[in-house]
């Protein structure tokens, strides 16, 4: 009789437990591995955090003591942080070490290129290595960014990232396997209450995630202004959060101010959460503002659900460009393009339904949940089975 061929260990790490786009990606995926009989899922990710505990049970699991994001402030700041940054950075890389010997992992799965604790524990034990590399973090330093693209591309054994555009970068450091998976839609219960938006006689427009700078929530403040200012029965809506004075609460603040002083208050309005299909079927057009991104979970969400999309030109939005076809442009804090935009869709109702159309058709192309997942899993098991040098 044969013994029973023994399953690929997965430790499945990532950097955040909260429940951003990267993170509701990573608990997808690791949803996904479990229920294939050829692996075992094991996890570490950071200590607290609600959602990992609550919704989802790894046959074991490594609290990894902290968060380690690589510090980018200046001054007397930077000076403090780095240090413990790097001593966060040991640590993790002696837990992630033990994790890999005890449970004799065969393959790391790294859910962020910020997450060094994870790549190194991987390298050190010459284990299989998967990095999902998430570039957004590090727009603004192309040095950094290149520099952890080298590292990356000289140790993983398969990297995958959401556009075209890293997957060129990647490939001209080394020309190894890269693969693209993008952001589905997770978290829908298709029996949920569908509440029905009372603005309904007004043209409503929507910007959805977290609030900060990048994100351009002024921009899209100041673009419906601008279409008040005109005459146009619009409405916006501006979904997300901020943790009570964190550096984007004063942004909140900010932008809270601006509406007032402004006379806008009847017209821009924050709203708390919602089901996705509350959100996304109360609206009539969904911008995303940012400067940048990679692949928003909101603008799969908005295909899925049949939203019009008006973008700023980043990340997989470009990927899929077809200006008029799948959706439309404007230039990051350019509120008068944006709000152009806004009022061609307006006045264009054929337009409007041909974006939903399109945007349907590419959902189901390259945003199903289910083509995500196969595509994970076929990565695993190709990394798994691959030689080595």
């Not at 437990?17 to 993170?23: C, L, P, R, V």
């Not at 990573?26 to 294939?36: E, I, Q, T, V």
């Not at 916006?236 to 601006?258: E, M, T």
Request: charge should be positive; hydrophobic fraction near 45%; include cysteine.
């Amino acid at each position: 009789m044969m013994a029973e061929q023994r399953k690929i260990r997965v430790l499945m790490t990532s950097p955040s437990s909260d429940m951003g786009g990267a993170e509701k990606t990573f608990w997808f995926l690791s949803s996904r591995l479990k229920a294939d009989n050829r692996f075992e899922a094991f996890g570490a990710f950071p200590k607290g955090g609600l959602y990992p505990k609550l919704i989802f049970n790894f046959k074991k699991v490594q609290r990894l003591f902290f968060i380690e994001f690589i510090p980018r402030t200046q001054g007397i700041f930077f000076i403090i942080r780095w240090p413990l940054y790097l001593l966060t950075l040991m640590t993790n890389i002696l837990l992630c070490i033990k994790v890999i010997l005890i449970n004799k992992i065969d393959i790391v799965y790294v859910n962020s290129s910020i997450q060094i604790s994870a790549v190194a524990a991987a390298v050190l034990t010459r284990r299989r290595l998967v990095v999902f590399v998430l570039e957004d973090y590090f727009y603004n330093n192309l040095k950094l960014r290149k520099w952890l693209f080298r590292l990356l591309s000289k140790y993983a054994d398969i990297l995958m990232c959401q556009t075209n555009t890293i997957k060129n970068s990647l490939l001209e450091i080394k020309g190894q396997q890269v693969e693209i998976i993008y952001s589905g839609v997770y978290d829908i219960k298709e029996e949920q209450a569908i509440h029905s938006n009372p603005d309904s006689n007004y043209f409503r427009v929507g910007i959805i995630g977290k609030i900060y700078p990048l994100k351009g929530q002024e921009t899209f403040i100041k673009a419906i202004g601008q279409l008040i200012h005109e005459g146009l029965p619009v409405k916006g809506y501006i979904y997300g959060n901020c943790r009570r004075f964190s550096p984007n609460y004063f942004y909140l603040r900010k932008l809270k101010n601006y509406i007032e002083k402004m006379k806008l208050s009847e017209n821009i309005i924050f709203m708390e959460n919602q089901s996705l299909r509350s959100i996304y079927e109360g609206l009539d057009v969904v911008v995303i503002a940012s400067q940048s991104e990679s692949s928003p979970l909101v603008f799969s969400e908005a295909l899925k659900f049949g939203n019009p999309v008006i973008s700023t030109r980043t990340g997989v939005m470009a990927d899929v460009e077809k200006d008029g076809e799948n959706l439309l442009f404007y230039d990051f804090g350019d509120y008068i393009g944006l709000a152009a935009q806004i009022k061609r869709l307006y006045m264009d109702e054929g337009m409007r339904k041909r974006l939903v159309e399109n945007g349907k058709k590419l959902y189901q192309q390259k945003f199903n949940e289910a083509i995500i997942a196969e595509k994970f899993v076929k990565i695993l098991n190709e990394a798994a089975h691959a030689p080595r040098d």
